[in-house]
Every structure is written in structure tokens, then in C-alpha cells.
């Protein structure tokens, strides 16, 4: 007589599997999970259509998860798990400039925390390391006392919503296309990029080699290496890497990874460098806001077109979702 499970107990069974599983077979196993899941669907008198449901990552409506959403959890497991990414997924070898100008520089260094979006997605994970003791959400404002204040949280990785929108509702159609990542970091914009789109070339340059051995081995273990490359270098002296870009991506990449004055010297290389007519700037803050903190005048005008992008946020129920999507910001190179 066949053992009935309930579903706690069918997830369980199922993830024990998939802990069994060699990453590169993923793909497949997914692909025929999927068909079997279809034709027991059409086969108990379902219609074939797929059922929408509300996504974990706030609210997003969207067809049951998809192998790439699963792949891009499996990686996010995947880093968790490493023993020297610590919570904040600051490596030892990174250093860390707190911001003289824009939003975080009038607060305290010690009440800003970094806490990586694409790694901890949700509150209830960051709700899970304040329960382990791994990370607090308060600081106390008079040591000894009940006087306490929220901590400042900031990502140094876009989230896994934010990185959907980017490449499945913002960008058009990357076939054939070059995606360049600029601070690439732990790599989850090149796996979206990788499973989100289908650019034939995508590269992260990353300055830090101890950050590039992690997107190197995530690479070699997902089987990603025939669409993704990473560069080791600072950004700099890759001008001909960005000259071939189709789309460049910068997510909060040089606020919180250098003094103002390099920051300046860098966003006149990238005017210099990138001019390629028709391809895309994706950014985070906006380069208005960028500028702004610095004090740079770089002709914004001249070089790039704002593309609006707030009416795609309305494929999402939730404003805090919807909120999240309007950080990103899409220009045109002219």
C-alpha cells in the first residue's frame, strides 16, 4: 500500500533530493518535472492553463516558478552556504568607504549595516538571523539602556525581483546582445542575465580577485561558463570591454567601493568610454542622484536619455514591490 505524504513532508523529500543532485543535471531534472507536472495536470481534467500565483518576492504575479527562478534560488543557497561569505556578504579583502555625500552620509557609519538582497531576499530571513543572533535590527542610542533606534540596511546586491524586472520587463530582447556588469561582486546580475535573458556575452569586471574566485566557482558549478566571463580588473582599463557593450550594468557599484574623489574619475571615464549609439545604462540610484552627491556635471543631456519605466512597475500588487522595481533606472545612450 502506497505511502501518502503531506506536502511539508513531499517538500522535504523533494529538497533532500535535489541536495542529492549534481548542479549541472539541474537543468534537465527541472525541464522533466515540468512535463510531468503538465501532464498529470491535462491528464486529471485541467485545461493546460498555468496557474498564476503571487510570488514570494512581494507580490509579483507570475506563472508557477519557472527552472530559472529555481536555479537563481539554488545559487543564492549555494553562497549562503559558503563559510567565508559572512551575512553581509562583505568579503575579508573588500574595503568599504562610508559616503561623504548623497542619502547615507549624514548617518552614523556604525547604523549603517550591509545586508545583501540577493542572498536574503525577504524580511523573514533577515528576521531568522536576528533570531540566531547573527544581525540585529536595532542599535542601542545610549549604551546600557532600552534607548535603541532601527539600524540603516543597505544591499550591495540587487534583489531577485529587482533583477527580474530588469532583464524580463525593462531591457528588450538581448539576443545576439553583450551585457557588461561593472562591480560584479558576488555575480547575481550576470546569473540573471544568464537565465533571465538570452544575451549570447555576458561579463562581470570585478576589481576584487577574492570576489571573482566566488562568481568563478558558482560558474564552473551551475555550467555557466559558455555565456558568462569575468574579468579581474579594475573597470578602468577595460575601456574595450564597455566599447562592445550592448547594456552596461551598475547596481549601488561605486557609493559604498570608493572615495568620492576616484568615484569622480571614474564616472568621466565611463562618459568617454561609453558611446555606443542605442545601447542601455541600467543604474541604481539614478545617474541624476549619482551626479548630484558628487557634485559632477557630466552633460547628462548630451549622452543619455531617461527612459520612463514606472508603468511596468503595475505588473506588481504591492507598492512596497512596485517601489522597490522604481530604483532602477534605464537610459539610452544617444
Same mark, same amino acid.
Given at each position: 500500500?502506497?505511502?501518502?505524504?503531506?506536502?511539508?513532508?513531499?517538500?522535504?523529500?523533494?529538497?533532500?533530493?535535489?541536495?542529492?543532485?549534481?548542479?549541472?543535471?539541474?537543468?534537465?531534472?527541472?525541464?522533466?518535472?515540468?512535463?510531468?507536472?503538465?501532464?498529470?495536470?491535462?491528464?486529471?481534467?485541467?485545461?493546460?492553463?498555468?496557474?498564476?500565483?503571487?510570488?514570494?518576492?512581494?507580490?509579483?504575479?507570475?506563472?508557477?516558478?519557472?527552472?530559472?527562478?529555481?536555479?537563481?534560488?539554488?545559487?543564492?543557497?549555494?553562497?549562503?552556504?559558503?563559510? $567565508?561569505? *559572512?551575512?553581509?556578504?562583505?568579503?575579508?579583502?573588500?574595503?568599504?568607504?562610508?559616503?561623504?555625500?548623497?542619502?547615507?552620509?549624514?548617518?552614523? *557609519?556604525?547604523?549603517?549595516?550591509?545586508?545583501?538582497?540577493?542572498? $536574503?531576499?525577504?524580511?523573514?530571513?533577515?528576521?531568522?538571523?536576528?533570531?540566531?543572533?547573527?544581525?540585529?535590527?536595532?542599535?542601542?542610542?545610549?549604551?546600557?539602556?532600552?534607548?535603541?533606534? *532601527?539600524?540603516?540596511?543597505?544591499?550591495?546586491?540587487?534583489?531577485?525581483?529587482?533583477?527580474?524586472?530588469?532583464?524580463?520587463?525593462?531591457?528588450?530582447?538581448?539576443?545576439?546582445?553583450?551585457?557588461?556588469?561593472?562591480?560584479?561582486?558576488?555575480?547575481?546580475?550576470?546569473?540573471?542575465? $544568464?537565465?533571465?535573458?538570452?544575451?549570447?556575452?555576458?561579463?562581470?569586471?570585478?576589481?576584487?580577485?577574492?570576489?571573482?574566485?566566488?562568481?568563478?566557482?558558482?560558474?564552473?558549478?551551475?555550467?555557466?561558463?559558455?555565456?558568462?566571463?569575468?574579468?579581474?580588473?579594475?573597470?578602468?582599463?577595460?575601456?574595450?570591454?564597455?566599447?562592445?557593450?550592448?547594456?552596461?550594468?551598475?547596481?549601488?557599484?561605486?557609493?559604498?567601493?570608493?572615495?568620492?574623489?576616484?568615484?569622480?574619475?571614474?564616472?568621466?571615464?565611463?562618459?568617454?568610454?561609453?558611446?555606443?549609439?542605442?545601447? $542601455?545604462?541600467?543604474?541604481?540610484?539614478?545617474?541624476?542622484?549619482?551626479?548630484?552627491?558628487?557634485?559632477?556635471?557630466?552633460?547628462?543631456?548630451?549622452?543619455?536619455?531617461?527612459? *520612463?519605466?514606472?508603468?511596468?512597475?503595475?505588473?506588481?500588487?504591492?507598492?512596497?514591490?512596485?517601489?522597490?522595481?522604481?530604483?532602477?533606472?534605464?537610459?539610452?545612450?544617444?
Amino acid at each position: 500500500m502506497a505511502v501518502h505524504l503531506d506536502v511539508k513532508q513531499a517538500v522535504d523529500e523533494f529538497e533532500t533530493l535535489l541536495s542529492r543532485l549534481h548542479a549541472r543535471n539541474l537543468p534537465e531534472f527541472f525541464e522533466l518535472v515540468e512535463e510531468r507536472i503538465s501532464r498529470e495536470r491535462n491528464g486529471s481534467g485541467g485545461d493546460g492553463v498555468p496557474v498564476v500565483v503571487k510570488g514570494a518576492e512581494a507580490g509579483v504575479e507570475t506563472e508557477e516558478a519557472s527552472n530559472s527562478d529555481i536555479m537563481m534560488h539554488s545559487i543564492a543557497e549555494d553562497l549562503r552556504s559558503m563559510p $567565508y561569505i *559572512p551575512p553581509d556578504a562583505v568579503v575579508k579583502s573588500e574595503r568599504l568607504f562610508h559616503p561623504t555625500s548623497g542619502e547615507f552620509a549624514a548617518l552614523d *557609519p556604525v547604523t549603517v549595516v550591509s545586508v545583501d538582497k540577493f542572498l $536574503y531576499e525577504d524580511d523573514e530571513a533577515i528576521d531568522e538571523m536576528c533570531d540566531e543572533g547573527m544581525l540585529s535590527r536595532n542599535y542601542c542610542m545610549d549604551c546600557g539602556s532600552h534607548h535603541t533606534a *532601527p539600524l540603516n540596511f543597505v544591499s550591495h546586491s540587487a534583489s531577485l525581483l529587482q533583477l527580474k524586472f530588469m532583464f524580463q520587463k525593462a531591457l528588450p530582447d538581448l539576443a545576439g546582445k553583450t551585457v557588461v556588469d561593472i562591480g560584479s561582486r558576488l555575480g547575481p546580475v550576470l546569473y540573471a542575465a $544568464y537565465f533571465y535573458s538570452s544575451a549570447s556575452r555576458i561579463v562581470g569586471i570585478e576589481i576584487n580577485a577574492e570576489l571573482c574566485a566566488i562568481q568563478e566557482h558558482i560558474i564552473r558549478k551551475f555550467a555557466l561558463k559558455n555565456r558568462i566571463q569575468i574579468v579581474t580588473a579594475d573597470v578602468c582599463t577595460k575601456a574595450s570591454v564597455l566599447e562592445e557593450a550592448d547594456v552596461v550594468i551598475m547596481n549601488n557599484v561605486f557609493e559604498f567601493f570608493a572615495p568620492a574623489g576616484e568615484q569622480i574619475s571614474i564616472w568621466k571615464f565611463l562618459r568617454r568610454t561609453l558611446k555606443k549609439k542605442d545601447s $542601455y545604462l541600467v543604474t541604481v540610484p539614478s545617474l541624476e542622484k549619482s551626479m548630484e552627491a558628487l557634485q559632477l556635471s557630466l552633460d547628462l543631456p548630451s549622452w543619455v536619455k531617461h527612459l *520612463p519605466l514606472d508603468h511596468l512597475s503595475m505588473w506588481m500588487q504591492e507598492e512596497e514591490a512596485r517601489e522597490e522595481v522604481r530604483l532602477i533606472n534605464l537610459y539610452q545612450i544617444l
